[in-house]
């Protein structure tokens, strides 16, 4: 009996041993698997990195530029309105620029749509340039692709294009740039006092294909990546923008609206604005009709698109105010109210800047910034010379600088 059992005890001793030794094998392969795994994303990375350099350094001779950009020409055949057709002959394609790695770029990135309105007026180039700098400079340069659409005044030319393809060449993996001649229509505005590159952004639901847009002015400073506020919920509204101080923008037409927004800073709802004839009723305002708007297309935006019209968050599109007095002052003239807090948080850390309390702005002539000029006078502390800094620490990063500083007198 005792011979039985030490015989079977020793039996089971091997079999756990065994057991043991096939545990600890599985685990060892695990833990080489793992380590196999890791070495292989790291090389994947470092691969990656190593094209995102060699990119760099060779972008310069991989621009395409090109006439041709399918998405328009896509938009374009889909129209059927007879009014639409017409607005959409004076529209042309000036330039497409991007590299031959755009497709393969887009393709693993979130994209943003991005238009900004650009006359030929030389110097406003390089002040437009400045913000656009600002904004790529500050996106994620591994998750976020802009297409900027660059809509153009009818005496734009070709040439003036290549001021622009410094951005290329920086940020090849990041940007492609689309420049659209907006044709004789808008001209014509110019005989009703408008201006008529304000009015482009009106229109940008006909010719590019996307659901959604960011409009930025010229005289707005980025200081972030984009991509979440492009992604903000509509909540059933055509456009989003920052409040305006002009609070009674569209009491004249009738309309007693708690909110009044700026234009300088919009996301629009283009698929919205599309669906319900909207660029239609534009249409009919601007060129049938006789009333005389201030303001011209913020009013227009606030006017016809009342009342699905929502608020931006302040970090996207606040003014360049100096203080909390500010703030509290801004506050009070408002018709329906912000939190104090959203604005504090987002004065001390602005997404994007929107320097219209600026006079003169900081890229004008031999600026002297003092409380008595304009907007300084009715607040507390003047802004500008802060604001003044800022913008020039991103011209100072461009290529332009030494153009630019021949301009500004600074």
């Known amino acids: 009996m005792n011979k039985k059992y030490h015989r079977r005890k020793k039996h089971l ?3 756990h041993k065994k057991k043991k030794r096939l545990s600890f094998n599985e685990k060892y392969f695990k833990r080489i698997k793992i380590s196999i795994l890791l070495i292989i994303f790291i090389i994947i990375g470092f691969f990656e990195l190593y094209n995102i350099h060699l990119d760099s350094l060779n972008n310069e001779i991989k621009i395409i530029e090109s006439k041709e950009y399918k998405s328009f020409n896509k938009m374009k055949n889909k129209i059927t309105n007879p009014i639409h057709k017409g607005i959409m002959m004076e529209i042309s394609l000036i330039k497409y620029i991007s590299t031959d790695k755009t497709k393969r770029n887009k393709r693993r990135k979130n994209i943003i749509h991005i238009t900004v309105s650009l006359n030929n007026n030389e110097d406003y180039k390089y002040i437009l340039y400045v913000s656009m700098f600002s904004l790529l400079y500050n996106c994620n340069k591994r998750k976020t692709f802009v297409i900027y659409h ?3 005044s009818h005496d ?12 290329v060449n920086n940020y090849s993996q990041n940007v492609e740039l689309i420049f659209y001649n907006m044709g004789n229509h808008f001209k014509d ?3 009703k006092g408008y201006p008529p590159a304000a009015f482009y952004r009106l229109y940008t639901a006909l010719f590019i294909d996307s659901d959604r847009i ?4 010229g005289d707005c400073i980025i200081n972030t990546d984009l991509y979440e506020m492009y992604n903000l919920n509509f909540k059933g509204n055509y456009v989003l923008g920052f409040y305006d101080i002009l609070t009674n923008g ?14 300088g800073v919009i996301l629009l709802n283009l698929k919205k604005i599309r669906k319900n004839k909207k660029v239609l009723e534009i249409f009919n305002l601007t060129t049938n009709s006789n009333i005389e708007f201030e303001k011209h297309d913020q009013t227009i935006i606030n006017y016809i698109f009342y009342p699905k019209i929502g608020r931006l968050p302040s970090k996207y599109g606040i003014f360049n105010f100096e203080d909390k007095s500010d703030l509290i002052l801004y506050l009070n003239i408002l018709r329906t109210k912000i939190p104090i807090e959203e604005l504090e948080e987002a004065l001390n850390n602005p997404r994007i800047v929107h320097l219209v309390l600026c006079h003169p702005k900081p890229w004008q002539k031999n600026p ?3 409380k008595s000029i304009t907007y300084c006078k009715q607040r507390h502390n003047c802004s500008c010379k802060k604001y003044f800094d800022l913008w020039h620490f991103y011209a100072q990063k461009t290529e332009y600088y030494e153009h630019i500083k021949k301009f500004t007198g600074v």
């Open 214 to 217: 960011i409009h930025l002015d």
């Open 368 to 370: 002297t910034y003092y």
């Open 189 to 191: 505005l110019s005989s």
């Open 156 to 167: 734009f030319n070709e040439v003036s294009t290549d001021i622009f393809k410094p951005l």
């Open 250 to 263: 569209v009491d004249y037409l009738g309309i007693k609206s708690d909110i009044y927004i700026n234009s």
């Open 13 to 15: 001793k091997k079999i």
């Open 150 to 152: 660059l809509l153009c």
